[in-house]
């Protein structure tokens, strides 16, 4: 009998390459990926780093120790201040400045607004990349009110530069404890209608729900931290692990999920602004009485030696490695980013998947670029 | 069965989520209650920035046009990406005879400034501070480089130079 062939069988696929960026909408920022597919379903992911490198570490070794801090705003610039915040405990911890319970309080309650501010502006930009534009507006109008008393505070909306060496730039506004507690008000309404818009809808679902897999192993061992970890179980918490400031003195639960898979990483990030929230709850009413800021040396210098110190930032766990060789300024600098750590990732979850899966997982891991490429 | 649940249960979803939009877009359509953008050019008169609000820095002129700066290069030097530079010279006092330093122009370039506020913060004298003005959109680049103490302005009496 004569074998039939059909047509399907015999056209040649092939493998081929597809340039992702630098300047693709989706990307978030000037990111470029070398993509390999077969037809729609990705094989390999190729990373390009460099659009918008600064070299921002080689600045700070010929910068003194204040004069960095300003820098680390426009690394991970949505969670500006908790780069600021691992500068300032480095160089505290360090040279042995000794800080009031009063800046501790306050760092962390900025600290929590700036972790709510990211997410906020991340579930938005989620919802866009998946399809729906609501989400963004909506994101962006209770981003505002965090916004305002950031500015109100610190001076600045989005790179406050506001924790220093020794304490915080200013001391709070009078209007800080009120609109913190207007704004607790106006998000617990707000959260539920979150998950209502875009949780619940069956699209959104469908687009999420086992979709960027990556077990726990697996996180482990490609350095995945921050929600993007802890979605896989993977408890990497530096508040719970390392506390600093006043995380040891704030009840909250380390938010984590097993799945591991892009729903899971939606559902860590969601469910982390309610603990948020929860811990601005605790500090708003008891912000201790004290001085903002403790008188430092001009100019500061460390011992000798290597110091290393991890904050959680929205995206996870953010490190300031450096090496002091006794004089103003650093010998070697480095920022352990975990945007970068997380990007690692990225491969492993998408390949087998198609383009628009790796969109979703692109935005699931929260990239922010100048975070990565520094 | 299952075909018409998933449909069934889409349509749901897209209600729910339709009806928060139009929620919002019916509260709104008259009234101005929840919105919370700003109709920018429009309200400009009006908008008044956050009193510590960083858009310049500018330095604090009185009534006489006499300001705070002894040219002590502080800011100078602290500055971390060179935006500022101090033009000083020597003069003798009349009163004293002695030699002082004397600002020209307190050169300040905004094109290159990142408001990290050292400068505001090292100032001995609070001579400069920041401004809430944030129109700095030019078409040059050279009109962002300002000088900072007015034409024919001189120091305040009283004012001590910094060792």
Known sequence: ?374 | MSYIGDIINGSKTLLTGMSITGNYFFKNLFTRKDVITQLYPDNMNELKMFDRFKGEVIMFHDENNQHKCDACTNCEIICPNGSIEIVWERVADPETGKNKKVLLNHIYHLEMCTMCGLCIEVCPADAIGWGQDFHHVTRDRADLTKVLNKPGSSIMPGVKEKK
Request: proline share 3%.
């Open chain 1, 1 to 374: 009998m004569e074998q039939q062939t059909f047509l399907a069988d015999k056209i040649r696929t092939q493998e081929y390459f597809l340039n992702m960026g630098p300047q693709h909408p989706a990307t978030h920022g000037v990111m470029r990926m070398v993509l390999k597919l077969d037809g729609e379903i990705i094989r390999n992911i190729d990373p390009v780093l460099g659009y918008i490198h600064r070299s921002i570490e080689k600045m700070c070794e010929h910068d003194n120790y204040k004069q960095i801090i300003h820098l680390t705003d426009r690394l991970d610039y949505l969670s500006a201040h908790m780069n600021n915040e691992a500068v300032a405990l480095l160089v505290e911890k360090a040279s042995g400045i000794e800080v009031s319970d009063r800046i501790k309080v306050i760092r962390t309650m900025m600290s929590e607004l700036t972790r709510i501010a990211s997410h906020t502006l991340w579930w938005g930009v989620m919802g866009m990349d998946t399809g729906a534009l609501t989400t963004f507006m909506y994101a962006f109008r209770d981003r505002e009110l965090i916004n305002d008393i950031m500015e109100e505070t610190c001076g600045a909306r989005l790179t406050m530069n506001y924790s220093v060496i020794g304490g915080v730039r200013y001391d709070l506004h009078e209007n800080f404890v009120k609109r913190v507690k207007d704004f607790i008000v106006h998000f617990k309404k707000k959260l539920p209608e979150y998950d209502r818009l875009l949780s619940d809808n069956v699209i959104f679902r469908k687009r999420t729900e086992g979709i960027g897999y990556i077990t726990k192993e697996e996180a482990i061992a490609f350095g995945l931290n921050g929600p993007t970890g802890r979605a896989s179980g993977f408890a990497c918490d530096i508040r719970k692990l390392k506390p600093y400031s006043a995380y040891d003195r704030v009840e909250f639960q380390e938010v984590m999920a097993t799945e591991g898979d892009a729903f899971a990483r939606y559902k860590v990030r969601i469910l982390e602004m309610w603990e948020s929230l929860r811990i601005l709850e605790q500090l708003v009413d008891q912000i201790p009485e004290g001085e903002h800021r403790v008188k430092t040396k001009a100019v500061i210098k460390l011992p000798v030696g290597e110091y290393l110190q991890r904050v959680e930032t929205a995206r996870g766990d953010f490190g300031v490695y450096v090496i002091s060789d006794g004089g103003s300024s650093p010998y070697r600098l480095k920022f352990r980013s975990p945007g970068f750590a997380n990007l690692h990732g990225l491969n492993k979850m998408s390949i087998g998947y198609k383009i628009a899966d790796l969109i979703v997982n692109f935005s699931t891991i929260d990239v922010v670029v100048p975070d990565m490429d520094r």
